[in-house]
């Protein structure tokens, strides 16, 4: 038998309370349709990680109103722009946020809004070029009192 | 509601410059989750869209959702290659429709 000794034993009551808060912490179970509005906007087709800047913070203290900021890394000019951008939140009631849609005149494919969060979840921002290959981002926001309902 | 809508932009650019616009509008955004008092669903009246387009063409938009948040502030960019009109709108749920209007003139 292998003998615990009191330091031992905190250490392991310690390492069980982490592992039992971790699901928490990453309680990304989608609780809505974000994928439908995901396989909506793609069209089915796999969007490639990268060239989006997605600016959250990772704990929000008030989901009701939660900073966004979304750049896209594009030229912005006639030939090669980003169409759309769509945003998603995966543990609100409904998933989408919203779609912002740019055109060569905004020079830099780049937006900030705020936005309501009910709970910690993924947000996920997708973008479409105007040459139709589609980018992804996701990020993770810790909410401390929900933004809907309420 | 009846508030004019807060536009923030430079008075005047150079030729090929980009600029930074920022909106704000006073709206409850009411995301029809909520419950009043008597536990009835509080109807959802939310901007649904914004516009903003510059001599006519469409500089940029975007399609709100239930999950923005009251007085919606949405900020981004423009290129001014010529002195001009931006035209703003904001749509509703119920059809109306927030308008305002800035100039902007190109650096000498």
Request: hydrophobic share 45%.
């Amino acid at each position: 038998m292998v003998a615990i000794n009191r330091r031992q034993a905190f250490a392991l009551g310690g390492g069980f309370v982490a592992l039992a808060l971790m699901p928490m912490a990453a309680d990304a179970e989608p609780s809505n349709d974000a994928a439908a509005w995901i396989k909506k906007f793609t069209d089915g087709k796999e969007p490639v990680k990268g060239k989006i800047a997605l600016d959250l913070p990772e704990i929000a203290e008030n989901g009701n109103t939660v900073p966004l900021s979304v750049t896209v890394d594009s030229p912005m000019t006639a030939d090669a722009y980003v169409k759309e951008v769509m945003i998603v939140a995966d543990g609100n009631p409904n998933a989408g946020v919203a779609t912002l849609m740019f055109s060569p005149l905004s020079g830099k494919a780049e937006a900030s809004i705020r936005i309501r969060l009910a709970q910690t979840q993924n947000v996920t921002a997708i973008a479409k070029m105007s040459d139709g290959s589609l980018f992804s981002e996701q990020k993770t926001v810790k909410v401390t009192i929900g933004g809907c309902g309420g | 509601m009846a508030d004019r809508p807060r536009i923030k932009l430079p008075k005047e650019a150079s030729k090929g410059e980009i600029i930074q616009v920022k909106t704000l509008v006073s709206h409850v955004m009411e995301s029809g989750q909520r419950k009043d008092a008597q536990g009835k669903t509080v109807p959802r009246k939310i901007i649904n869209r914004f516009a903003c387009e510059f001599n006519g063409k469409p500089v940029f938009a975007c399609a709100l959702e239930p999950a923005i948040s009251a007085n919606p502030y949405i900020q981004f960019n423009a290129r001014i290659e010529e002195e001009g009109t931006f035209k703003f709108a904001w749509t509703d749920d119920d059809g109306a429709v927030i308008t305002a209007e800035e100039k902007i003139a190109l650096k000498a």
